[in-house]
């Protein structure tokens, strides 16, 4: 539902490998706050590399916004402001739209896991902390301390088959 959404994930050649490594995640996950510290810098990096194409076109659009400002000789901001406010809110939403792709994809693996009658009341503490946690996004809050404080809280997984 979301077009700009839509052409980031057209030429997204890492989208299966970000999907893995979320429903991956409760396999690597031993309680340890340095394991979790790492995941999520690891996370958040693929995240910040998911961003290149929508970069590239936000810059094309800056240079698009500069040659034409030249060419019509205009003084002053001709909306470089506003296109740069645009872009910012663009990249925010980018990136809160990749966390609840993520974190969908991490419940997903809880809800599956439970499912198959392996899981239990651990299972289900987990995803109601997945879902606050993405709740939680509509506060604009640091990402790492949100995605370091719900790893901490999740039980582990065995290894998926």
Do not use: C
Request: charged fraction near 30%; proline fraction near 4%.
């Amino acid at each position: 539902g979301d077009l700009e959404r839509g052409r980031v994930l057209a030429v997204d050649d890492d989208l299966v490998r970000r999907q893995r490594l979320w429903r991956t995640m409760p396999s690597h996950l031993d309680g340890k706050g340095s394991t979790v510290a790492a995941a999520v810098d690891e996370l958040l990096e693929h995240i910040e590399e998911a961003a290149a194409p929508l970069r590239a076109r936000q810059a094309a659009e800056a240079a698009a916004l500069e040659e034409r400002l030249a060419a019509t000789g205009t003084r002053g901001s001709g909306g470089r402001k506003a296109l740069t406010e645009q872009h910012k809110r663009g990249l925010r939403r980018h990136r809160t739209t990749e966390l609840r792709f993520g974190l969908a994809t991490l419940a997903a693996t809880y809800r599956d896991h439970l499912a198959e009658g392996d899981g239990g009341a651990d299972d289900v503490g987990a995803i109601d902390a997945i879902t606050a946690a993405a709740e939680g996004l509509v506060r604009n809050p640091n990402e790492a301390l949100l995605l370091q404080a719900l790893l901490l809280r999740l039980p582990p997984l065995p290894t998926p088959g």
